[in-house]
C-alpha cells in the first residue's frame, strides 16, 4: 500500500519553462511535507518543505503547494534550468502523532532541455 | 563537519554472508534512519532511531539489525544475505523536533551500492 504516491515517472521540460511535479498522498495523519532532489550517485539533498497549516511555500525559484483536501502536493520550479535534471522525490511524516518516520513516493525524474 | 558518512561506498556479498553496513554524523542529530533505494520503489524505510538506546523498525526491516549505542553511529547489518538485498542504501540524520531554526529535513550519505550474488 504506497501511501505517497508520484505517478509520472519522467518529465521533459524545455529550460526557462516552469515544471510541476505532482505528489498524492493517502494518510490524513500526514502533517509536515518535503522535496528531495536527488543526482546520480549522490544521496538525496532537501530542497524544500511545507507544514499541513500552510498551502504555500517559497524558496527561490521552488514553490511547493499543498491541498489538504485533494490530498495532493506540487512543486514548481520556475524558470527551470538544466541543473534542476535530476530525480524528485517527495517524502511525507505524521509529526503530531510523534513519529519521525518518513515516506517517500518513487520519484519523478526531470529533464530540463537546454 | 563531514556530514553523514557511510561505508563501505560499495560491497559485494554471497548469499549467506553477513556484514555490517557503517553510517556515522557528526551534527549531533537525534534521528537517524537507513533505508533502501531500488528501481520503480523509491526509498523505503528499513530502521530508524530517535535516540541513543532506542530503534524502531520501519517500512521493510526483515533481514536487517540495528543498534544505536552511542548519537554519532547507526550501523545497519545483514544477517545473511540475501539476493533480494541487492540495492543502494542511505543512511539518514535529522535534529530532534523543535529545534530552533530547523525545517526538519533529513541529511542523507552518499550511499553504499550493495550486489549480493
Known amino acids: 500500500d504506497q501511501q505517497v504516491k508520484q505517478n509520472s515517472p519522467s518529465l521533459s521540460v524545455q529550460e526557462g519553462r516552469i515544471s510541476i511535479l505532482n505528489c498524492d498522498y493517502t494518510?490524513?495523519?500526514?502533517?509536515?511535507f518535503l522535496w528531495y532532489k536527488k543526482y546520480p550517485a549522490e544521496g538525496p539533498t532537501f530542497l524544500i518543505s511545507i507544514s499541513s497549516i500552510k498551502d504555500k511555500n517559497e524558496d527561490g525559484r521552488f514553490t511547493v503547494f499543498l491541498n489538504k483536501s485533494a490530498k495532493h502536493l506540487s512543486l514548481h520550479i520556475v524558470p527551470s534550468q538544466p541543473g534542476d535534471s535530476a530525480v524528485y522525490f517527495c517524502a511525507a511524516s505524521a509529526r503530531a502523532s510523534g513519529t519521525y518516520k518518513y515516506i517517500f513516493g518513487t520519484g519523478t525524474r526531470l529533464k530540463v532541455l537546454a | 563537519n563531514a556530514g553523514v558518512t557511510q561505508t563501505p561506498k560499495f560491497q559485494v556479498l554471497k548469499t549467506g554472508q553477513s556484514m555490517t553496513l557503517q553510517c556515522a554524523q557528526d551534527m549531533n542529530h537525534e534521528y537517524m534512519s537507513w533505508y533502501r533505494q531500488d528501481p520503480g520503489m523509491g526509498l523505503r524505510l528499513i530502521h530508524y532511531?530517535?535516540?541513543?538506546?532506542?530503534?524502531d523498525q520501519g517500512e521493510v526491516p526483515n533481514g536487517y539489525n540495528v543498534s544505536r549505542s552511542t548519537t554519532e553511529d547507526f550501523p545497519l547489518r545483514l544477517l545473511s544475505a540475501a539476493p533480494s538485498q541487492t540495492s543502494v542504501y542511505f543512511c539518514a540524520s535529522s535534529p530532534r523536533a523543535g529545534t530552533v531554526g530547523s525545517t526538519y529535513e533529513q541529511y542523507f550519505g552518499p550511499g553504499t551500492r550493495l550486489t549480493v550474488t
Open positions: 494518510n490524513s495523519m500526514f502533517d509536515y
Open positions: 532511531s530517535v535516540g541513543a538506546g532506542i530503534t
